[in-house]
């Protein structure tokens, strides 16, 4: 059905320029960006060098873009059983595979050429290496294996602001490594979260994500657990000197806000709650590392 759909439309050049940008996944990539935004930031005491992080954006954000059409490209067959993934326009056939991997190639090898000729080397390889563990190892390996594909995979999903922060020093440093740790805790609760309310499209698709495999209970108890040690690292910054009170506040409150609803979500259980919590969850990492941006400035400007 999905060739003959194809073969019967014809998309104008705008019709088809969005389908293609569907397949960045622009909501992901935008926070992806705007993390290894905040690394960049962070990573020089004053204001940044302006062109080093325009072109440092630019890079991440087409190798990032190329990672995600690629994970659509390499998850077609599975996308096209779930609900939440049929509408992509790899699973419905709008594009074949040989479009999705050129387009692909070509984001990732513009990106490469942006970061190791206007940035630095080794930000271009950490980059590489990072499309390289999402798009093949968690997506090929991980995903259909183990109900920890999410945990294992979160490592490459942490990295946005190790690459900012790189791309503006030059080497990874103890506040990148912070920053990674909160992203690589803040994952599990994140995903399973949106797991648990999807649970049939996993089901449905063969992937032995954590609800399918150990159950509704067992993940929730998971994501209260991920939860309170995500609370314990967003401490850290301060504790180290990395950050100061504004940011302690933001995180105390952002905190206790997570794992209040962690723990509703364990003890009072619906499918609607999961849902609630699962988009919390995005703004409770935008929100905190905005807080470790303003505390930053501030600290600065003081």
């Known amino acids: 059905m999905p060739d003959v759909?194809?073969?019967?439309?014809?998309?104008?050049?705008?019709?088809?320029?969005?389908?293609?940008?569907?397949?960045?996944?622009?909501?992901?990539?935008?926070?992806?960006?705007?993390?290894a935004l905040i690394g960049m930031l962070l990573a020089v005491p004053g204001l940044p060098d302006w062109r080093r992080l325009v072109t440092a954006t630019i890079g991440i954000w087409l190798v990032a873009a190329a990672a995600a059409a690629l994970n659509c490209l390499l998850e077609r067959r599975v996308d096209a059983r779930m609900s939440r993934t049929a509408w992509r326009p790899t699973a419905r056939g709008d594009l074949s595979a040989g479009q999705a991997l050129v387009f692909s190639t070509l984001l990732c090898a513009i990106g490469c050429v942006v970061l190791y000729l206007a940035v630095n080397a080794l930000t271009m390889w950490l980059t590489l290496a990072t499309l390289v563990g999402y798009a093949l190892v968690y997506t090929v390996v991980l995903k259909p294996l183990t109900p920890q594909n999410i945990v294992i995979g979160g490592a490459s999903g942490a990295m946005p602001p190790v690459l900012g922060w790189v791309a503006m020093?030059?080497?990874i440093g103890p506040e990148a490594v912070l920053m990674w740790l909160i992203i690589f805790l803040w994952t599990p609760p994140h995903f399973w979260s949106l797991a648990l309310y999807r649970?049939?499209?996993?089901?449905?698709?063969?992937?032995?994500?954590?609800?399918?495999?150990h159950g509704a209970e067992s993940t929730r108890r998971h994501v209260f657990?991920?939860?309170?040690?995500?609370?314990?690292?967003?401490?850290?910054?301060?504790a180290t000197g990395m950050s100061g009170p504004i940011y302690l506040v933001a995180a105390l409150v952002l905190g206790c806000t997570f794992t209040e609803r962690s723990w509703r979500l364990l003890r009072f259980y619906s499918d609607d709650l999961a849902?609630?919590?699962?988009?919390?969850?995005?703004?409770?990492?935008?929100?905190?590392?905005?807080?470790?941006l303003i505390d930053h400035y501030a600290r600065a400007g003081g």
Request: aromatic share 12%; glycine share 4%.
């Open 5 to 35: 759909i194809a073969a019967a439309a014809s998309p104008s050049l705008p019709s088809r320029a969005r389908q293609f940008y569907a397949l960045t996944k622009p909501r992901v990539v935008q926070l992806i960006v705007f993390c």
């Open 169 to 171: 020093r030059g080497e």
């Open 199 to 213: 649970v049939d499209d996993y089901r449905r698709a063969g992937i032995p994500m954590l609800p399918v495999t």
């Open 225 to 238: 657990g991920y939860t309170l040690a995500l609370f314990a690292s967003t401490l850290l910054p301060v």
């Open 275 to 292: 849902r609630r919590t699962f988009r919390f969850s995005i703004v409770y990492l935008a929100l905190l590392f905005l807080a470790l």
